[in-house]
Each structure stands twice: as structure tokens, then as C-alpha cells.
């Protein structure tokens, strides 16, 4: 396994998503419009993501190590708990940036809590960016399982 995975980070630990980009994502990822309203779960701050009284989904902000540095991303779920999207707010190594392509991201759309998305199966690799690819598919599996335990629970409506 790879050692940076180890240093995973997760939720608020580590460096904080800019407000003007995480708002910026949210529009992207759930359209014009959309309030959210946060909520502490444990250590982790959620969103809650609506348009009027109609719930749109939930969405949460991680970090995970890199090779030497944080990256800092967005998992968005939507009511049915499938996996609405990812997006990387902030990406702080030199190389392996390829993460935030739309091409990579889309791999994770659409995807359950039961899907396994394992590197070199349901997601690709990058060639010169392994390290940031398996810590991104990592924390985007453990925020995915958080977010539809927590939606399970009721601890998030």
C-alpha cells in the first residue's frame, strides 16, 4: 500500500476549501440557485444542499495527503444516496494535478457505498500521479460511507 495513504486526513482536519471555490462547486456540481445549510456530524462539517423545500443531496469536504501535500476535495451525494459527484478544490502538489480533470472525476458519478472503486478496476489510473489517485479514490470512498451512514441514521435529512 502506498505510505501516504496512511497519513490520510479527512473533514475539517487539515487545510480548510476557499468559501468562493467550495461555493463555486457547489453551483457546478448541483446547479444555479442552491442554499446550503451546514451541520457537525462527529468531527465532520456536512452541507446540505437544497433549492427552495426540495433536497438536492449532502455534500462534505476531505483531506488526504499526497505524495508530500494535502489535497483537498468536495464528495456530493444526492438524496438517493448515490455519489453525485467529486470535485478537487484544492490541489497543492506539482505534479498529479490530472485528479481535477472532469475526465477522471466522472469515473466516481453515479457510484453506492457497495461499489468497490478500486484503482485499476472501476477507476483509472494516471500516469504520474498514482499517489494522488489512490489517496483521492481512498478519501472519496471513506466520505461516501460516512455521508450515506450518516443518511441512513438520520443523523443528516
Known sequence: ?????????????????????????LARL?????????????????????????????????????????????????????LK?????????PYGGEVAYEAWRRQFRGARVTDSLRVGKEIRSISGATISVHAVTLGVRRLLADLTAWHATGAIR
Not at 459527484?85 to 502538489?93: C, F, M, T
Open 30 to 82: 448541483f446547479g444555479p440557485g442552491v442554499r446550503s445549510d451546514t451541520t457537525r456530524v462527529d468531527t465532520t462539517t456536512v452541507l446540505r444542499v437544497s433549492r427552495g423545500d426540495s433536497l438536492l443531496g449532502f455534500a462534505a469536504v476531505g483531506n488526504v495527503i499526497g505524495k508530500d501535500q494535502p489535497i483537498t476535495f468536495l464528495v456530493a451525494i444526492g438524496p438517493d444516496d448515490r
Open 1 to 25: 500500500m502506498i505510505a501516504g495513504l496512511a497519513l490520510l486526513l479527512l473533514a475539517t482536519q487539515g487545510p480548510a476549501a476557499p468559501p468562493a471555490k467550495l461555493a463555486a462547486s
Open 85 to 93: 459527484d467529486i470535485d478537487i478544490l484544492v490541489y497543492r502538489e
